[in-house]
């Protein structure tokens, strides 16, 4: 029986080897077309250390607890809270939130009253947030106020007119004044001195710019904060009594000229002013601004 030449044997072999792995990438290429690169996300994601919340469209995420209590998640799941009295009268599920609440990245306060600095040490104890705050603020809350003394880091500090980078860049904090007051009052003992009250702007890399107001009055040179960049949402007081209420309120969004204004700090403490009012009052001055009124614990995408 005559021989095959060997190199012929090994080509009809191969030959339905080829058509397999052909048949294999044409159905591959069909379905990346299908559903897009999902398979190239899903390792990246699951490999992140420590876990991060999950992204949601690149978006960051904004929610209220009361008061002038907020969490912001950033893109990468980054979580910063601002003044975080989340046990405050108008969360009902205040305790639940505190006892869930296993990752902070950061904790802003703007001033050093009581309804401000809410849980923040409780907070920063759990999952060892450093502080951002102004230097005197930051300094009163370890000395008086209970905040873990090792948390208040100099890189995390501030004054009103700096901006520092933090969490590798992906966010930026402003310090903004605020015509208001600030001190830190503990049962038994005269209020401790607590530095000059404040507010924040806050960039998400690729994403929002935020003022929270902090508690102030009105005053002209909010002017000024969106000439340094575009506010996209605006975190405004407006109960009255202890800040503006919502007439000056709406003077201050014709100010600062954000995309976006939520409304805080109100229905507590028997404050007069009320969302609706400020409704009223934004319509009435011609503001352009859209009003946002956030429910507690009812998270946003911005």
Not at 93 to 115: F, M, P, V
Not at 227 to 240: E, N, P, S, T, V
Request: hydrophobic share 45%; net charge negative.
């Amino acid at each position: 029986m005559a021989r095959r030449p060997i190199g012929q044997g090994l080509r009809r072999a191969v030959q339905p080897v080829w058509r397999w792995l052909l048949g294999g990438v044409a159905i591959a290429l069909v379905m990346l077309q299908v559903t897009g690169p999902v398979a190239a996300i899903q390792p990246t994601q699951q490999a992140l250390t420590p876990p991060l919340l999950p992204i949601i469209n690149g978006q960051t995420e904004l929610l209220w607890y009361g008061q002038a209590a907020f969490r912001i998640t950033t893109p990468s799941g980054k979580v910063i809270l601002i003044d975080p009295w989340l046990q405050n009268p108008l969360n009902a599920n205040g305790a639940e939130d505190l006892a869930n609440l296993d990752r902070a990245d950061l904790i802003l306060i703007t001033h050093g009253h009581n309804d401000h600095v809410g849980d923040a040490k409780a907070i920063a104890e759990r999952t060892k947030a450093p502080l951002v705050s102004t230097f005197d603020l930051g300094r009163a809350l370890a000395a008086t106020g209970g905040y873990p003394g090792d948390l208040v880091d100099f890189n995390y500090q501030g004054n009103f007119g700096g901006e520092i980078p933090l969490l590798d860049g992906e966010v930026k904090v402003a310090f903004i004044p605020a015509v208001h007051s600030s001190a830190i009052a503990t049962d038994g003992s005269p209020a401790a001195y607590a530095g000059n009250p404040g507010g924040f702007v806050i960039s998400v890399k690729d994403g929002p710019r935020i003022y929270h107001t902090g508690d102030t009055d009105l005053f002209a040179d909010m002017s000024y904060i969106s000439q340094f960049g575009k506010i996209d949402w605006m975190l405004a007081c407006i109960g009255g009594k202890f800040t503006m209420g919502p007439e000056r309120a709406a003077e201050a969004v014709k100010l600062v000229n954000p995309s976006v204004v939520v409304p805080m700090h109100f229905g507590v403490f028997s404050l007069p002013g009320t969302p609706e009012q400020f409704a009223a009052a934004l319509r009435s001055q011609g503001v352009a601004a859209q009003l946002r009124i956030m429910g507690v614990d009812e998270p946003v995408m911005i």
